[in-house]
């Protein structure tokens, strides 16, 4: 897989990709990084990427001419190194908001290409948004760049790359997989602030403790993302295990 990001801060995604799976990933050579500056292909003296808005307001818009001709650097550079059909990506809070589903379609295509747009200011000349693929937003907030959320977008799918975690890290991996949130965690030592680790997680009995663990995931889910529970159906077990999740709760 190759991913290419267009942005004004190449650095910053350079820098950030080097750390933890992502950068483990990419040393085993899971997924190249390829990064492109519109300022590279501004054409003035004075590599100007911004402009003054059409109808006035405050802010800056990216100008639509140097982004352009970086992203078409990004496809052919990608072609050349053998994604036949990149694919371009906006991360924009008008985007449609991203999943795990979308991640997993995307980690999905070993020799897929990615160019992701990552803009500054207060956004990109809509003609040029109209020539891409994709437009994705990472959460309903606005951030000050595309950068982080592209970097969010290239871990999110870095780590699903056969080969990027280690066993350990993968069976941990399962908790979105199921549709649930995660479990809670607890490591040493015992007894920490007044508070005792579970009994059952001291117990030895691994399928009691998956159970708890499975339940744990069940209660947290329906108490703060219902919205999740919503498009799964529970088993009559499931059902069970909530329901005494539920009585198990503190009142008031
Ligand atoms: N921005 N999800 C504005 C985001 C964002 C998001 C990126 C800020 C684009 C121009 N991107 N720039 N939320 O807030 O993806």
Redesign the pocket.
Known sequence: MRIDVVTLFPEMVEHAARFGVTGRARERGLWRLGLWNPRDFATDNHRTVDDRPYGGGPGMVMMAGPLGQALDAARAAQRADGCPAPRTIY???A?APLSHRRVMELAGAPDAGYVLL???????DERLVATLDEE???????????EL?ALMLIDAIARQLPGALNDAESAVQESFATGLLDCPHYTRPEHHAGQAVPEVLLSGNHAAIARWRHQQALGRTATRRPDLLAGRALTQDEERLLAAWRREQPTG
């Open positions: 991360l924009s809070p985007g990552a803009g500054r200011y207060e956004g990109v994705i937003a990472i959460g309903d907030f606005v951030v000050s760049g595309g959320p």
